[in-house]
């Protein structure tokens, strides 16, 4: 596929002007393929696209160019030579005024990625002119040669017309050449162009963005802006409230008929509001989005590209930007802590990264959601699992669960998009994130008492076998329980270090001043409501602050 373009620029007046925002977005779905030069262009390799432009005019130098730049794709500029620095007086009566690109400007895009190809010397009709004149419009000037020393290889019909003996002409002084008419056998003097307009789109696949709000009308008009600013946009952004009591609705319906807005009567909480705004968007691809957070204005271009290039994976999920005043807690007292940096010079805002989706995080997912909830995922998974619904994991989680349990992948956009407001102790994400650190309290509480135990009963057992000759192993029953409770919980010392612990301990008691330091051990333990297997170890035990511990 060999695109044809004539003008770019903010403005679209007519169909020969392809608006920045379109261009771009084109440019971003052409990532499903290669894009090559015209000298690499295969016509029978289905991925191969080649980018040309005709004029060329100078908003291509203003605004396309940095696009190109920002893809980095190969293009080619058909200049004609005659029309150099100057204006389409030409075709002004039904063409806004447009002034062609300088030898400078055909330099600089040359400089970065362009090449330079002929279009003729004054853009006739050359199937209606002599043959003697064709040649002389084929001929290019040397000035113009030296602004581009391996250009002007290819040559481009003017108005896409041609004859027999035109093409002839053609054949002896360029390597190909081409048209804007579709042709039978492939012949590289007869190139079809396809001609691109605003409509034109080169991705079959569709996103649904939605803005989920109770109570978020300080924040909305935020979210709403971040989902209009993409520089892919969204095929439709739906806001939907659910039974608001404060000005949200009032925000939304500002930027009607940009978005559409739905209001539910009554609240009907997280999860039958999701799958009713789910259903009522029409899109390849969804997306929630809390009312309260926003998004970077590359979310949608770089989750649509991950689905588009991974027909396996159901979930595009990314990076998080938290900001926000609870924005620090959050990062500090994460169960994660590792994942999460300061961003480079900005006070107050933390990059959190999650790991890659493989089969070892297929598995990690079931017990520690890495996927957050405002992932990109498609449809038909959605579908397939019957949507969210309430659960004993959060209605995000046991979704993507859900999805990824049937087969589907995952795949990580290694980028902070998502730009995650912490702002209240009381908002969805940080009450779920506080229950699942409790649950993981929990279970570590409960691992390091299954420890505790097991040690225990391997001293009591050395005691047993030892039958109360050694100094050491005797006092270790009775202080383990001490320890577990005051001093190890006091400096954070490893449950694995138990015994090597206790035996410290009894050294340091064995030296200096052993009276001194055994009440300060005996107040510790009162302190704490822990007595018992000291004062017992106390009152069979002597302690000489020469000698160390010794048995009865």
Not at 243 to 261: F, H, M, N, T
Not at 314 to 322: E, W
Not at 359 to 375: A, D, K, P, V
Not at 405 to 412: F, L, S
């Amino acid at each position: 596929m060999i695109l044809l373009y004539h003008k770019i620029h903010p403005d679209s007046p007519t169909s020969w002007w392809v608006s920045v925002d379109e261009f771009w977005r084109q440019m971003d779905e052409l990532r499903r393929f290669e894009v090559v030069p015209l000298d690499a262009y295969d016509p029978l390799n289905a991925r191969h696209v080649a980018i040309t432009f005709d004029g060329v005019y100078d908003c291509v130098f203003r605004f396309a160019l940095p696009i190109l730049e920002r893809f980095g794709y190969p293009f080619e500029l058909f200049v004609v030579g005659e029309s150099i620095g100057k204006t389409n007086e030409f075709d002004q009566a039904v063409e806004p005024p447009a002034s062609f690109a300088t030898e400078s400007m055909l330099k600089s895009l040359v400089q970065r990625g362009g090449r330079l190809q002929w279009h003729s010397r004054t853009h006739p009709r050359l199937d209606l002119v002599d043959i003697a004149e064709v040649d002389l419009e084929l001929i290019v000037p040397a000035a113009l040669r030296s602004l581009d020393p391996c250009g002007f290889r290819w040559f481009a019909y003017p108005h896409g017309c041609h004859s027999v003996q035109v093409v002839e002409q053609v054949r002896t002084r360029f390597d190909g050449a081409v048209s804007c008419e579709e042709t039978g056998p492939v012949d590289r003097f007869f190139m079809p162009r396809t001609i691109i307009t605003n409509d034109i789109s080169f991705s079959s696949s569709s996103v649904s963005l939605i803005i989920a709000c109770h109570n978020y009308g300080r924040f909305a008009a935020e979210a709403i802006e971040s989902a209009l600013r993409q520089t892919v946009a969204p095929n439709e952004v739906l806001f939907i409230d659910d039974a608001s009591e404060d000005g949200s609705i009032d925000v939304a319906q500002r930027y009607l008929p940009r978005i559409k807005l739905v209001k539910n009567e009554k609240n009907l909480g997280i999860v039958a509001n999701f799958n009713k705004a789910v259903s009522l968007t029409h899109s390849d691809y969804v997306c929630i989005l809390g009312a309260d957070n926003r998004l970077r204005a590359d979310f949608v271009e770089r989750c649509k590209l991950a689905l588009d290039n991974s027909p396996r994976a159901a979930i595009a999920y990314t990076d998080v930007l938290l900001f926000g005043p609870r924005a620090e807690l959050a990062a500090t007292t994460s169960a994660s802590p590792e994942n999460f940096h300061a961003l480079d010079g900005v006070q107050g805002m933390f990059i959190e990264e999650f790991p890659s989706f493989d089969e070892t995080t297929r598995n990690l997912i079931r017990t520690r959601n890495f996927i957050h909830g405002s992932s990109m995922f498609r449809r038909a998974a959605f579908d397939q699992v019957g949507g969210y619904r309430n659960a004993a994991h959060p209605e995000d989680h046991d979704l993507f669960l859900r999805i990824i349990e049937t087969g589907w992948k995952a795949i990580r956009v290694p980028h902070p998009v998502l730009e995650y407001r912490q702002h209240s102790s009381q908002q969805a994400n940080a009450q779920v994130g506080l229950g699942m650190e409790l649950a993981y309290a929990h279970r570590l509480l409960r691992e390091r008492e299954a420890t505790i135990a097991r040690l225990e009963g391997q001293l009591a057992k050395r005691d047993h076998v030892l039958g109360g000759r050694s100094f050491v192993p005797r006092p270790l029953a009775a202080l383990a329980y001490g320890f577990r409770r005051t001093i190890l919980g006091d400096v954070g010392i490893g449950w694995q270090d138990l015994p090597l612990t206790v035996l410290r301990t009894l050294q340091w008691l064995a030296t200096g001043p052993t009276r001194i330091k055994l009440r300060w051990l005996v107040s510790r333990y009162r302190q704490s409501g822990v007595r018992g297997s000291l004062k017992r170890a106390v009152e069979k035990f002597h302690f000489s602050s020469k000698a160390g511990p010794r048995g009865d």
